[in-house]
């Protein structure tokens, strides 16, 4: 089991408490959090809102072997410690040991106690892995179907009845998620004042939310594409039961490969600039601003990179498992790269309040759905997909991300951008 390595019960619990005990000596939270080893000893903490399991005798090894979040979150994965209760609050926790052992002498003081602790065997993964050039349309085809074509019964166990995967647009915090996702749809159509025989393009439509909203409330000739094979047969099937054949259809393509120029009225972008990149970002607004009327309308609804947090290195839990070749901009360089391409930016506003609830919600219902979602998906995509979400509402609540909906027109050569004076047409339920 251990590699040239023979030791008794004992001695790996008390090598465990040690580390524990320099681990969290002064940690936040212990009322309300508890850790426990593996024959059930408390070995820090007095509260029982979060409990963390130490499962194996080397998982605080394998768990701090990189100092990174991608070792701390295999070690979950794989189920070598388990989060039992409010997940949220490993977080500030986390946060609070990358801030304690920030100095290299004090990481290094760590890992002689660390090394002290049995090896385990090299762990047995399934990291994502995508090949061929960056942003390419043959890799981010990969990326893509890597994420979302875990399955649509997975998905339909966290997310609303209409399978809307964004943040949704919330009243009050006490709305519930299905109406907060059919008021971000209207939301979104009021901002681009969708018209009855509007051309409208839906850039990454997902399970087709947007483009049935927009045809079955709003009267446009809707087209949505997607590069994910699961979300494709679904929509055409939704749109079929729908009858909406005669105003709404699928494409399985990339955004790069449409090429009706100046064709389309209106154009959103919901929750897909993220896997676009910095390298592509130009390429992405120009094709966008291409593909419009003079007049026409392009929304863009995107997580955003806080200023200060752009540059650092990005989440290697996230790269492996969730969103390989995923790149958040910060809200300056989208806009820069916008105008470069030409549109006149009207309207930019943060909704990053708005995606913490939903992520909320989201974990709330995958928690309830957890035998289900491992008959589906598995106990690691659980893990996975349950680990991704409550992170990102945390990130979401201490502002290193953020969501903004920057509204694009492609001004007509006079100037006349065609909107009016004020934003009270966004507001005006109905209009």
């Known amino acids: 089991m251990f590699n040239d390595v023979c030791l008794s019960e004992e001695e790996l619990l008390r090598l465990n408490r040690v580390l524990i005990e320099k681990l969290l000596e002064g940690a936040p939270l212990e009322d309300k959090v508890s850790v426990y080893l593996w024959n059930g000893e408390r070995v820090w903490g007095r509260g029982e809102e979060l409990r963390i399991e130490i499962k194996k005798v080397w998982a605080l090894r394998e768990a701090l072997s990189e100092f990174s979040d991608l070792s701390l979150a295999e070690s979950y994965i794989y189920d070598l410690l388990d989060l039992k209760g409010d997940i949220y609050l490993v977080f500030p926790i986390a946060d609070w040991l990358i801030e304690k052992f920030s100095s290299l002498r004090k990481k290094l003081e760590l890992l002689k106690t660390i090394r002290k602790i049995p090896k385990l065997k090299e762990l047995e993964k399934c990291r994502a892995e995508v090949r061929g050039e960056l942003h390419s349309i043959e890799r981010d085809k990969q990326a893509v179907q890597y994420h979302y074509d875990v399955s649509n019964d997975f998905y339909k166990l966290f997310l609303d009845k209409n399978m809307v995967y964004s943040c949704g647009y919330f009243k009050t915090p006490e709305d519930p998620l299905d109406r907060a996702q059919e008021q971000k749809l209207d939301y979104i159509c009021r901002k681009l004042r969708l018209k009855p025989g509007e051309k409208f393009l839906d850039i990454g439509c997902g399970w087709g939310s947007l483009i ?109 498992y969730v969103f390989p070749d995923g790149e958040l901009l910060p809200i300056y360089l989208t806009i820069e790269e916008a105008e470069e391409a030409g549109f006149e930016v009207r309207d930019v506003e943060s909704l990053r309040e708005h995606y913490a609830l939903t992520l909320m919600h989201w974990v709330r219902n995958l928690e309830k759905n957890h035998g289900k979602a491992v008959e589906v998906a598995g106990e690691v995509k659980y893990r996975i997909w349950r680990l991704y979400m409550a992170s990102s509402a945390y990130q979401f609540l201490t502002n290193r991300i953020g969501l903004y909906q920057t509204l694009l027109v492609k001004t007509k050569p006079n100037g006349d951008s065609g909107f009016p004076l004020t934003r009270e047409y966004m507001y005006r339920e109905g209009a």
């Open 212 to 320: 049935v909203h927009a045809s079955k409330k709003y009267g446009a000739k809707s087209v949505g594409i997607t590069l994910s094979k699961n979300q494709y047969e679904f929509v055409r099937e939704r749109i079929k039961k729908e009858g909406l054949e005669e105003k709404c259809k699928v494409l399985l393509a990339d955004y790069r490969e449409i090429t009706d120029w100046g064709y389309y009225d209106k154009i959103a972008s919901i929750g897909m600039f993220e896997h676009v990149g910095k390298k592509r970002a130009l390429t992405y607004f120009k094709q966008a601003y291409k593909l419009l009327k003079y007049g026409g309308v392009f929304l863009n609804h995107a997580i955003s990179s806080n200023y200060h947090e752009y540059g650092k290195p990005p989440s290697q839990f996230i790269r492996k």
